[in-house]
């Protein structure tokens, strides 16, 4: 069982940026990999980013490649994104999501869930 609790979301303006970061418990975290996914008002729930528990390859969404940026300390049992150049579009509850394998891209592929974190952004 791996329970994840996000924060670091806020209101940032256009062209800022926000750091989120996501705690796991569970003795197992470096095993599995993790992901973020974002859902903006009257949207799906969608890919973000996501990295293997080896910290191998990252994987992104083509909408935040170069702007934002995955990251894990398994010995803080602590996942990150650090999102640059943010965007009005980026607006959206942020999700951290952990699933015991290799890396995936959409929701149904994860078993566990925080409860998200809203991000803002202002134009």
């Known amino acids: 069982q791996v329970q994840l609790v996000e924060s670091g979301g806020g209101l940032v303006q256009a062209g800022g940026s926000l750091r989120l970061s996501c705690a796991a418990s569970?003795?197992?975290?470096?095993?599995?990999?993790m992901g973020w996914f974002r859902q903006a008002p009257g949207k799906e729930r969608e890919f973000v980013a996501a990295?293997?528990?080896?910290?191998?390859?990252?994987s992104y969404a083509d909408s935040v490649k170069g702007r934002f940026t995955i990251s894990r300390d398994n010995a803080k049992n602590t996942v990150y994104l650090q999102m640059n150049s943010l965007k009005p579009e980026d607006t959206a509850v942020y999700y951290c999501?952990?699933?015991?394998?290799?890396?995936?891209?959409?929701?149904?592929?994860?078993?566990?869930w925080g409860q998200g974190t809203q991000v803002t952004v202002s134009s």
């Open positions: 990295i293997p528990w080896s910290i191998g390859v990252t």
């Open positions: 999501a952990a699933r015991n394998g290799g890396s995936a891209f959409t929701r149904q592929f994860y078993d566990y």
């Open positions: 569970g003795r197992t975290f470096s095993t599995y990999t």
